[in-house]
């Protein structure tokens, strides 16, 4: 079966300051493994993801996840927070191989907050 | 929210009352989803389509139903059966839901259904 774990359910960053979401999951094999940001009463939307090759993956709006496979973890960077970043993020994994489930499982979200 | 419409946004309905909520796509997607969210437990999967005429429970299906007669419908009716109806509803679609597949899902802006 698989999972992914989102361990913040809320993190707090000064505006300019960097931020990171964190995520770790666990699935058989190579994962497919996403990122959507929520903001109030409105539809997820996607960021980024990350199929194959390099680690760093960059998305939309600045933010960039970093895919460590040693230790099951994508998180979620950006190096500069604005304001308008304030947001429920998801994390998301889908498994590689066939005869799994290619429904996708998501993280709980972890809530960001910028304070200006 | 990309080319998926939910209608409508807020829904009010009386206790015993069997309610329909409406999804389109227009992005030509084969697989099609429906989600609950509630606070602080993130998404989860009430069913899922991969293609016409075809449909699978996820989850948390009992208390509700669906039909996809069409590729770009897939309308979701809360019955009576369902305990706890009052919730945020999310549609999603994307490309071929085979697995193993990359493809990111594309949300709409979700209907915000209350029972009392």
């Known amino acids: 079966a698989q999972s992914v774990a989102q361990p913040e359910d809320q993190v707090n960053v000064a505006e300019g300051n960097p931020l990171t979401v964190k995520c770790t999951y666990s699935?058989?094999?190579?994962?497919?493994l996403f990122w959507y940001v929520q903001y109030p009463n409105r539809g997820l939307q996607f960021l980024l993801k990350?199929?194959?090759?390099?680690?760093l993956v960059k998305g939309s709006y600045g933010f960039e996840a970093e895919f460590n496979k040693s230790q099951t973890s994508f998180h979620l960077k950006k190096p500069s927070a604005l304001v308008s970043d304030s947001a429920l993020y998801f994390c998301?994994?889908?498994?590689?191989?066939?005869?799994?489930?290619?429904?996708?499982?998501f993280g709980r979200g972890t809530s960001l907050i910028v304070h200006p | 929210d990309g080319g998926i419409t939910q209608s409508p946004k807020y829904l009010f309905r009386k206790e015993g009352q069997n309610v329909t909520l409406s999804c389109e796509q227009n992005?030509?997607?084969?697989?099609m989803y429906w989600y609950r969210q509630d606070p602080g437990q993130g998404l989860r999967l009430i069913y899922y389509?991969?293609?016409?005429?075809?449909?699978q429970k996820g989850d948390i299906a009992e208390g509700y139903s669906v039909s996809r007669e069409k590729k770009e419908s897939f309308p979701l009716t809360v019955t009576s059966a369902q305990k706890n109806p009052t919730a945020f509803y999310l549609c999603?679609?994307?490309?071929?839901?085979?697995?193993?597949?990359?493809?990111?899902?594309?949300f709409g802006p979700g209907t915000r259904l209350t029972v009392t």
């Open positions: 999603a679609s994307s490309m071929a839901g085979h697995q193993g597949t990359s493809y990111e899902q594309y």
């Open positions: 699935v058989s094999g190579n994962p497919y």
């Open positions: 990350y199929i194959t090759g390099d680690n």
């Open positions: 998301a994994v889908r498994p590689r191989l066939k005869g799994g489930s290619y429904i996708p499982t």
């Open positions: 992005l030509n997607h084969d697989a």
């Open positions: 389509s991969q293609i016409v005429n075809d449909f």
